[in-house]
C-alpha cells in the first residue's frame, strides 16, 4: 500500500468515526477496524497528488483507482 493509498483509507476510517460519533448507525466491527487502524496511520502531512502514477508501482498498480479496485 502507497502512502497516499493509506492516507486515503485513514480519512475514510476517520469518516467513519466521525460517523458514529454524529449519532449515525455503524456496525461495531467497522468502529473497532476505523479507531484501530486511525490510531496505526499517521496523517500523511503533505497534500494528496494529482493521481499521476507512481512509476515505482508494479505495472498492474498503475492507473486510476477505479483500474486498481
Not at 42 to 69: N, T, W
Request: charged residues 20%; negative net charge.
Amino acid at each position: 500500500m502507497t502512502a497516499e493509498q493509506r492516507e486515503l483509507t485513514r480519512l475514510c476510517a476517520q469518516r467513519v468515526i466521525s460517523n458514529h460519533d454524529a449519532g449515525r448507525v455503524v456496525d461495531l466491527r467497522t468502529l473497532a477496524w476505523a479507531r484501530g487502524f486511525v490510531a496505526c496511520v499517521m496523517p500523511l502531512g503533505q497534500p494528496l497528488g494529482a493521481g499521476i502514477p507512481d512509476h515505482e508501482l508494479p505495472e498492474p498498480l498503475r492507473g486510476g483507482a477505479l483500474e486498481v479496485f
